[in-house]
């Protein structure tokens, strides 16, 4: 019998996954240093991103 394995804890902190199944994380470089990006990056960094559809399987088994 295998063992069962242990979540990620870090993949679980950032990582979401939807009603639909899909696993939605916060994008990166929307932290600090923001007067140097333009408006226009700084919206864009505001909507949440979706993991592609070949990585969701695997990190659905990390975060379970």
């Known amino acids: ?15 979401k996954v939807t009603a639909s199944g899909k696993v939605r994380y916060r994008r990166s470089f929307g932290g600090h ?18 993991l592609a559809k070949g990585d969701v399987k695997r990190v659905i088994d990390l975060i379970k």
């Open 33 to 50: 240093l923001m007067s140097s990006k333009s408006g226009d990056r700084k919206r864009k960094l505001h909507k949440p991103a979706y």
């Open 1 to 15: 019998m295998r063992n069962k394995m242990k979540s990620h804890k870090g993949a679980r902190k950032r990582l």
